[in-house]
């Protein structure tokens, strides 16, 4: 008998080791895979690092001193503690955390967009529009400093959600590799030399100086454009001297054209003129008008 029930309880183990394996093999393929988030960390074996970075605009294009043009396309990366960051001039800066909890940020600290300059000089790079940070978008700005290689130097959060990046490198080494006007088109050149002379001669206020410089540098994009324009001739107009040949040239054949409708209006009315050169040298022309006022006509013309 104590035989007979040792055979049942074996037949009974045996049968329920025999359900669980089904159940967990047979159904085991119908079981459905939650994705990681996109601020899961780095031990998301579902998802590729990249494809959790979800950019909120493109770059904008590559511009600046033509040497820095030869930085698109690479990618710099920096390990602190347990971040590691990676700056792609013209491009953008991630953060990535080196940690393998569940939750772990990885993330854009900026996006492309524009320079920063001051005194004729690129003072740094500009990256905004970065993963959302409280109320704001994080951003970074990046300083370069002269180097004998390129790499990414540093990197801190001076104020929240915004980031400094020290960038060494060699292209920054020389004493005029910075300087803004020589990156400038001929004609933006002209316009800024039109500008400095206009403030020179106090035709335009320096605010007025610093709109055109903006409109200048968004042309030719190394500002991100505001769609605030400004016109130096419309500036310089309200002065009232002329600042050019062509505009002396343009005020005479106005008052030549107002000359001779003055002389066809005085002929319409029956008014008598005398023209006598008095000056050859010099090409003056006096006028004498006698006085004569036509029937019924109630003074509207009284010429001397």
């Known amino acids: 008998m104590h035989c007979l029930c040792n055979g049942i309880h074996h037949c009974l183990s045996l049968w329920m080791v025999c359900v669980s394996l089904f159940i967990n093999h047979g159904f085991g393929g119908k079981m459905k895979i939650v994705e990681e988030p996109n601020t899961f960390g780095l031990n998301n074996p ?22 820095f043009h030869r930085l698109a396309g690479k990618c710099f990366i920096l390990t602190e503690s347990t971040y590691k960051y990676e700056f792609c001039p ?26 920063e300059m001051a005194n004729n000089t690129f003072t740094g ?39 400094s990046l020290t960038f060494e490198t060699p292209l920054v080494c020389h004493p005029h590799s ?36 903006r409109n200048i540098f968004e042309d030719a994009g190394l500002l991100k454009s505001q769609k605030v324009k400004m016109k130096l001739p419309e500036v310089a107009a309200d002065s009232g001297t002329p600042n050019s040949l062509q ?53 509207l013309i009284d010429l001397q």
Request: glycine share 6%.
């Open 90 to 115: 013209f491009h953008n800066i991630t953060q990535h955390e080196q940690s393998f909890r569940w939750n772990a940020y990885s993330g854009i600290l900026g996006i492309w967009q524009e320079w």
């Open 178 to 213: 910075l300087l803004v006007y020589p990156t400038l088109s001929e004609q933006l050149q002209i316009e800024w030399d039109e500008a400095e002379q206009a403030l020179y001669e106090g035709l335009i206020t320096e605010q007025g100086y610093n709109n055109l410089l």
């Open 46 to 67: 579902f998802l590729a690092q990249g494809n959790r970075l979800q950019p909120k605009v493109i770059p904008y294009p590559v511009s600046g001193p033509a040497h």
């Open 247 to 299: 505009k002396c040239t343009e005020d005479f054949e106005k008052q030549r054209e107002e000359i001779e409708r003055l002389h066809a209006l005085l002929t319409h009315h029956n008014i008598s003129f005398d023209s006598e050169q008095t000056d050859d040298a010099k090409g003056t022309v006096s006028t004498t008008v006698k006085e004569q006022l036509l029937r019924g006509d109630n003074g």
């Open 125 to 163: 790079m500009w990256m905004r529009d970065g993963d959302a940070c409280g109320t704001r978008n994080r951003e970074t700005k990046v300083i370069f400093v002269c180097s004998a290689n390129s790499k990414l130097a540093q990197v801190s959060e001076p104020s929240t959600c915004v980031y």
